[in-house]
């Protein structure tokens, strides 16, 4: 027998890198490449540089820096890429929106307005939000203890359009309050809101909807008492459509319910569900409410609504051929910054039907790289849900990825013809406070859960007990 006798000691967890300069060096990008689109475009239409170019570059600038400067502060573990890309889609959607400022024909249009100036404050308000998500969520798990407030106050932002005196009907869509001098789309904020509550709510009762239930034709059905939760959730995103005639919220608000709702459980047969739900209830409505029985319509033969429009019939609509000919023109790789025709789209050519505008000016190759970005984003919100320790920021943070995801493709669904037009907001890209100031918020709370996520362990405190161990070894 023989004996040695080995010393060890407690050794640390070595610290993932926190990429604060990798996102410096990215944001530099981001700032750059809309500074060339901006002055690409001045070129174009002026044959020389734009003169508020470096207010520009400096105003962008700014609020890259404000934000990367807070997250190296705040949150120096979180996701690298996220703020880079949201900066370069705010940015370039500042581009097209002054690029279409300049148009003759919109500036003949009897309300227009520039709208560049107020999208870049409603920009600086967004970031200032982003700042405070930072700054005030510690931790994103605190928003757990709001699960059933944030259901109450989902339902108000839902409600207020509807609220006499409050709410707008803006071109047959009851979705705007006006305050002020200001109009405020809720349903933007609404879907953070609501993704808090079905994260808090799917934590608890997702062992209860993945119970074992009756099998049918290959799938796993629900039992009927398990039904309860969607039947709700589908019942309000009706509610929503018929009242607010807004097809666009009711698809986002029911399609990220499903989404968690197959994460929570893993049970292919919610998606099946929610895709029927939501089929027969769009189909529904649709065949008996104008408004949206109109855009149905514009979808189905939009040749016929742009003659119809064009001969001055009230209640046609000539915007979704005129997007499929921006599309058409610009080709694969575009007519070139400044040298479109989207502006033909008149009123929501800087709002609903951008993406139009990008498909002209950049053709395939543009529109490719611009969802491109957008699916980054979502890829990344995915990322950040997979590395988080909790349940309840797994779900809360691909909720939020599923709702941006969605909305995504119903508005780029909706402009390109393959869907029904829904009147939302490209994220980051089209003129809306309400939106590129929710969507930084977004932005801000994927952070906080990739920070929490991507922050290695503080090290165990040394034990004196575990410097000098004998190992006794035959």
């Known amino acids: 027998m023989s004996s040695s006798t080995t010393h060890t000691s407690t050794i640390g967890a070595i610290g993932a890198p926190s990429r604060r300069n990798t996102e410096l060096a990215l944001l530099v990008f981001a700032v750059v490449i809309p500074l060339f689109a901006y002055m690409n475009v001045g070129l ?3 044959g020389k540089v734009p003169s508020g170019m470096l207010g520009y570059g400096a105003g962008l600038g700014l609020l890259a820096a404000v934000g990367h400067l807070v997250v190296r502060k705040f949150a120096a573990y979180a996701d690298p890429l996220l703020l880079p890309l949201a900066t370069l889609l705010n940015g370039l959607g500042l581009v097209l929106i002054w690029r279409l400022d300049q148009s003759e024909r919109l500036q003949q249009l009897p309300n227009f307005s520039v709208a560049a100036p107020n999208q870049l404050m409603y920009s600086a308000i967004g ?3 982003f700042v405070g998500v930072l700054l005030l969520l510690k931790d994103h798990r605190v928003l757990q203890r709001y699960t059933y407030i944030s259901m109450v106050g989902a339902l108000v932002l839902l409600l207020l359009p509807l609220v006499p005196g409050l709410g707008m009907n803006v071109f047959g869509a009851k979705i705007w309050i006006r305050i002020g001098g200001f109009s405020i789309q809720p349903g933007e904020f609404a879907k953070i809101v609501i993704a808090i509550f079905f994260a808090g709510y799917l934590m608890v009762k997702r062992d209860a909807l993945a119970l074992a239930s009756r099998r049918f034709m290959g799938l796993y059905l629900p039992r009927g008492r398990d039904l309860g939760p969607i039947i709700v959730v589908w019942a309000m995103s009706i509610l929503i459509l018929v009242f607010e005639t807004d097809l666009g919220t009711s698809l986002l608000f029911f399609g990220m319910f499903v989404v968690m709702l197959y994460v929570a459980t893993e049970r292919t047969s919610w998606i099946v569900f929610g895709l029927m739900m939501s089929s027969v209830g769009a189909v529904g409505v649709a065949s008996f409410e104008p408004h949206v029985k109109q855009r149905v319509d514009a979808w189905l033969d939009p040749m ?10 009230v209640g046609h609509s000539e915007q979704a051929m005129q997007a499929l000919w921006a599309f058409g023109s610009g080709g694969t790789l575009g007519t070139g910054l400044g040298q479109g025709n989207s ?3 008149k009123f929501a050519a800087n709002s609903d039907f951008i993406l139009a505008t990008f498909g002209e000016e950049l053709g395939l190759a543009g529109i490719m790289a611009i969802l491109l970005i957008y699916g980054l984003i979502v890829e990344r919100g995915v990322r950040t849900a997979l590395a988080a320790r909790d349940p309840f920021g797994k779900l809360l943070a691909i909720g939020l990825s599923g709702a941006f995801a969605i909305q995504v493709f119903v508005v780029a669904g909706g402009v390109m013809g393959l869907i029904p037009l829904t009147g939302m907001t490209m994220p ?10 929710a969507n930084w918020a977004l932005i801000g709370i994927l952070l906080r859960i990739s920070d929490t996520a991507r922050r290695p362990a ?5 034990n004196p007990d575990a410097e000098m161990t004998q190992v006794v070894r035959p």
Not at 304 to 313: A, D, K, P, V
Request: hydrophobic share 45%; charged share 10%; aromatic share 8%.
């Open 304 to 313: 016929r609504e742009y003659t119809l429009s064009q001969q001055g019939m």
């Open 428 to 437: 980051f890209l089209a003129y809306g406070g309400s939106s590129v100031i």
């Open 127 to 129: 970031i200032a939000l």
């Open 458 to 462: 503080p090290s165990p405190a040394p």
């Open 343 to 345: 502006d033909l789209i």
């Open 44 to 46: 174009a239409l002026d």
